[in-house]
């Protein structure tokens, strides 16, 4: 669905970005619990890559039509490989889960997981905060 062009409106443009969001965070929650370390390591990601995605990778052909409320989003393959890659990096986590590999219970190894994780969700809040500031921009230069 991500890759073809299409015209949305306001919520479902946000449900991906927010959908993504809470299975992020519930995968932390299954793997590891509400535990300081991964919630922190998840939320530096999360920030860091939102930040980041907002300032510099914003979609100018992305447009926002105030009469209709409705987004024109073109396609693109980036949110199906960030999709892929989540659902890649869990299944490797959980092969190594059921083999009891040791090294899954390493703080080390648990922040980098969990800075993975809130990477690939920041990736999506920053295309949420964009489409957001996108709407907001359209709505002052038309009034």
Same mark, same amino acid.
């Given at each position: 669905?991500?890759?073809?062009?299409?015209?949305?409106?306001?919520?479902?443009?946000?449900?991906?970005?927010?959908?993504?969001?809470?299975?992020?965070?519930?995968?932390?929650?299954?793997?590891?619990?509400?535990?300081?370390?991964?919630?922190?390591?998840?939320?530096?990601? @999360?920030?860091?890559?939102? $930040? !980041?995605?907002?300032?510099? +990778?914003?979609?100018?052909? =992305?447009?926002?039509?105030?009469?209709? %409320?409705?987004?024109?989003?073109?396609?693109?393959?980036?949110?199906?490989?960030?999709?892929?890659?989540?659902?890649?990096?869990?299944?490797?986590?959980?092969?190594?889960?059921?083999?009891?590999?040791?090294?899954?219970?390493?703080?080390?190894?648990?922040?980098? @997981?969990?800075?993975?994780? $809130? !990477?690939?969700?920041?990736? +999506?809040?920053?295309?949420? =905060?964009?489409?957001?500031?996108?709407? %907001?921009?359209?709505?002052?230069?038309?009034?």
């Amino acid at each position: 669905m991500q890759t073809r062009t299409r015209t949305v409106s306001r919520i479902p443009a946000l449900l991906l970005p927010g959908g993504m969001l809470a299975l992020s965070l519930a995968g932390i929650y299954s793997s590891f619990g509400f535990m300081l370390l991964p919630i922190a390591a998840w939320g530096l990601g @999360l920030v860091a890559t939102a $930040g !980041i995605g907002y300032l510099l +990778f914003k979609d100018k052909r =992305i447009s926002y039509d105030q009469q209709t %409320q409705k987004f024109f989003i073109p396609g693109s393959w980036v949110p199906f490989a960030v999709i892929l890659a989540i659902f890649f990096t869990k299944y490797v986590f959980a092969v190594m889960r059921a083999f009891s590999a040791t090294i899954i219970a390493e703080p080390t190894f648990i922040v980098t @997981l969990c800075v993975i994780y $809130g !990477i690939f969700s920041g990736y +999506f809040a920053s295309r949420a =905060i964009n489409l957001i500031a996108r709407a %907001q921009k359209t709505q002052l230069h038309s009034s």
